[in-house]
């Protein structure tokens, strides 16, 4: 079903747009919980917390891409968990790692005014991302968005996992310094 479709039956309150997303997004959404969370539960429960989520602001919300905006729902529900997780007991895991790959080039939000500062450094990385080529940009997504491991990128994209790390280094260091550009402090 096309997501037009399934937006339809949102408007229409049927309970079939919960379905066809399922259907449709469904482990899409369940891998990237995944990719965060490292927990079947913890993941299900989130992409079930997406689908009420999505039901509860469609209407009158109509995503442009509904994919994406799924996508971004389970992603910061999948984020809220693990820290919620890690603030009981510190652990290892992909995702501090993560976070450490992009400490030095995107500045993190402490106060109100930094908290607006995010939304600017947001809209620069949009920006940034789509000066890319298609290939870096699916990468880099797929890291740091979807929280994917180097090996699981490299496997899909056929390359090594030495060249997918260099990869991501140039292109956190192109951040880093188009965030500069931009006025924005890293």
Same mark, same amino acid.
């Given at each position: 079903?096309? @997501?037009?479709?399934?937006? @339809?039956?949102?408007?229409? %309150? *049927?309970?079939?747009?919960?379905?066809?997303?399922?259907? $449709?997004?469904?482990?899409?959404? /369940? =891998?990237?919980?995944?990719?965060?969370?490292?927990?079947?539960?913890?993941?299900?429960?989130?992409?079930? @917390?997406?689908?009420? /989520?999505?039901?509860?602001?469609?209407?009158?919300?109509?995503?442009?891409?509904?994919?994406?905006?799924?996508?971004?729902?389970? =992603?910061?529900?999948?984020?809220?968990?693990?820290?919620?997780?890690?603030? /009981?007991? =510190?652990?290892?895991?992909?995702?501090?790692?993560?976070?450490? #790959?992009? #400490? @030095?080039?995107?500045?993190?939000?402490?106060?109100?005014?930094?908290?607006?500062?995010a939304t600017l450094v947001t809209e620069a990385i949009d920006r940034y991302l789509s000066t890319l080529e298609v290939a870096t940009r699916k990468l880099?997504?797929?890291?740091?968005?979807?929280?994917?491991?180097?090996?699981?990128? *490299? *496997? %899909?994209?056929?390359? *090594?996992?030495?060249?997918? $790390?260099?990869?991501?280094?140039?292109? %956190? $260091?192109?951040?880093?310094?188009?965030? #500069?550009?931009?006025?924005?402090?890293?």
């Open positions: 079903m096309e @997501d037009h479709e399934i937006l @339809d039956l949102y408007f229409l %309150r *049927s309970e079939y747009a919960i379905e066809e997303t399922k259907i $449709k997004y469904g482990n899409r959404l /369940q =891998r990237t919980a995944m990719n965060i969370l490292h927990n079947a539960e913890d993941a299900e429960e989130c992409v079930n @917390d997406t689908l009420f /989520q999505a039901w509860e602001a469609i209407p009158p919300a109509r995503p442009e891409s509904l994919g994406a905006y799924l996508a971004k729902i389970t =992603r910061n529900l999948a984020l809220n968990k693990w820290e919620a997780n890690t603030a /009981q007991k =510190r652990g290892g895991g992909e995702v501090p790692l993560l976070l450490s #790959e992009l #400490e @030095d080039c995107v500045p993190t939000a402490d106060s109100p005014e930094e908290t607006f500062e880099f997504v797929l890291r740091y968005f979807h929280g994917e491991s180097i090996k699981e990128i *490299s *496997s %899909r994209f056929k390359i *090594s996992e030495s060249k997918t $790390k260099s990869i991501l280094f140039r292109t %956190r $260091k192109k951040l880093g310094a188009f965030l #500069e550009k931009e006025g924005i402090k890293v």
